[in-house]
């Protein structure tokens, strides 16, 4: 396989679950205006923050307020991490690389793209929001279904896993660091019905409330974090996504298992690692906004390894044009 074949595979990927969980980072903030009165109108500035646009939407809004973040992080196509440019550009990989993915996988991102385009167009977001973020994870996951059932278990599947799960792990890590922004008016609050309510919240954007609430009944932030963070079998746990993207790695590479042959599956097995020997205790002791910057970090570092591993194209001497790497050989 080409490099660049990979490449596309990857960001495709990538960007499609980017365009996913954007949706259900903002549907954190709307269910938490709908059950809480005290906090409309002050938790949207956060959302940009934690996103790390938060240059980008000064230069171009200014205020954050509900209208103008949704905006941002929906339809702004100035923005590279808003929904409508994460689809486009999956779109737009997937047409670089259809004689590699299934024509159900392109016609699925091209049909992705068209709903979201015409939404961006008209009002319908901004006058039924949930609507609209609803049928974006509708169709996220209605491409990772045909996906599934199309696409061989092959070099390009464990690419496209790879970035997935790689994508996976860095938004649930930011969609619990937007409870730590959501600082409530009184530290007496803390552990309060409010606080209750956003955990709830937070669970529900991460679609893992019933399943959270199967394996430990009481919500309580430790007990959230732990599920989040460390759940080796819930799908959007980022332990659970380190374990696939490893699985993949090794299956791209033939790297036997706890053994590495580049630094992308160093840096990756020493962060599944790192989360497969913490504990919630440990982790909420160091601070779970320090500890989630410390995993964005990594995770960024592991991306960075990626590229150079697998898609940058090698530097040569002597005046010599390179070529594209061919994986596999």
């Known amino acids: 396989m080409l490099s660049r074949v990979a490449d596309s595979i990857y960001w495709m990927s990538r960007s499609l679950e980017r365009a996913e969980n954007v949706a259900r980072f903002i549907d954190v903030n709307l269910n938490l205006m709908l059950d809480s009165e005290v906090l409309e109108g002050a938790q949207w500035r956060p959302l940009i923050i934690t996103s790390g646009d938060l240059a980008l939407f000064e230069a171009s809004y200014g205020e954050a307020t509900k209208e103008s973040v949704i905006r941002f992080l929906t339809v702004d196509s100035n923005n590279p991490n808003s929904i409508l440019s994460c689809v486009w550009s999956a779109r737009e990989n997937a047409r670089s690389v259809r004689e ?11 049909r992705f793209y068209h709903l979201v385009r015409e939404a961006a167009e008209g009002d319908a977001i901004l006058r039924n929001p949930h609507a609209f973020y609803t049928s974006v994870k509708m169709e996220s996951h209605l491409f990772d279904g045909i996906t599934a059932t199309t696409l061989t278990r092959s070099e390009p599947w464990h ?17 619990l660091d937007v409870k730590y922004f959501f600082l409530l008016p009184s ?44 759940d080796r079998f819930f799908p959007r746990a980022i332990a659970f996504c380190l374990l696939g993207a490893q ?3 090794r299956a791209i590479t033939g790297t036997p ?9 160093q840096r990756l097995g020493q962060l599944a690692a790192r989360l497969n020997y913490s504990d919630i205790e440990e982790i909420m002791k160091e601070g779970l906004h320090e500890f989630i910057d410390s995993l964005q970090l990594q995770l960024n570092r592991i991306d960075d390894a990626i ?16 070529s594209q790497k061919i994986l596999g050989q």
């Open 100 to 110: 590699i993915i299934s024509s159900e996988m392109w016609e699925q991102a091209n």
């Open 159 to 175: 690419f496209l896993r790879l970035g997935k799960m790689l994508e996976r792990a860095d938004k649930t890590s930011r969609i």
């Open 187 to 230: 530290p007496d609050w803390v552990g309060s019905a409010i606080d209750g309510v956003q955990w709830a919240a937070l669970l529900r954007s991460a679609s893992s409330f019933e399943m959270y609430r199967k394996r430990h009944r009481r919500i309580t932030p430790e007990k959230v974090a732990n599920f989040l963070i460390l």
């Open 247 to 249: 699985k993949s790695l």
């Open 257 to 265: 298992e706890n053994q590495y042959r580049n630094v992308a599956e």
């Open 307 to 322: 590229h150079e591993t697998f898609f940058a194209i090698p530097k040569v001497s002597g005046g010599e044009v390179p």
